[in-house]
């Protein structure tokens, strides 16, 4: 299903068109070429995925939002550093700042970034604010 996926976004790529309904996608220049050791491509997944931070928590994505980038291979969680690392490695501890009715994990920079740009069509960026992602006007 996800080689589906890519193949369906590579080709209305070439052809110019978006994946995007509000025509915001990035370019496929903007894409890697070649993802980094330990990381595969993901049409959708770039916005949400394991980390050393989030581990020990039930990953909740929303379904609506498609982000591409490279994400970690399975077995593998994206480190502090902006790698992909096995979870053993991981020296980051889980903090979590209690809000209202839910517990919000340690803001990670990267998938912050990666989630605020890919819900806003790359209107908002996503900022890492005492510990929870806030995505803000560009």
């Known amino acids: 299903m996800a080689l589906f996926h890519?193949?369906?976004?590579?080709?209305?790529?070439?052809?110019?068109?978006?994946?995007?309904?509000?025509?915001?996608?990035?370019?496929?220049?903007?894409?890697?070429?070649?993802?980094?050791?330990?990381?595969?491509?993901?049409?959708?997944?770039?916005?949400?995925?394991?980390?050393?931070?989030?581990?020990?928590?039930?990953?909740?994505c929303p379904t609506y939002t498609c982000v591409p980038a490279c994400v970690c291979v399975e077995g593998l969680l994206r480190g502090p550093d902006g790698t992909c690392m096995p979870e053993e490695a991981c020296?980051?501890?889980?903090?979590?700042?209690?809000?209202?009715?839910?517990?919000?994990?340690?803001?990670d920079k990267v998938i912050c970034q990666r989630y605020c740009y890919g819900i806003s069509g790359g209107v908002y960026k996503g900022e890492c604010v005492d510990g929870v992602c806030e995505c803000v006007y560009a």
């Open 6 to 60: 890519i193949a369906k976004y590579v080709l209305l790529s070439l052809l110019g068109l978006s994946t995007n309904p509000d025509n915001n996608a990035p370019p496929i220049t903007d894409l890697p070429a070649v993802c980094p050791t330990g990381e595969v491509y993901s049409a959708c997944r770039g916005h949400c995925e394991l980390t050393c931070d989030n581990k020990e928590e039930p990953l909740s």
């Open 91 to 107: 020296t980051a501890t889980i903090t979590k700042v209690h809000s209202g009715k839910s517990n919000e994990i340690k803001c």
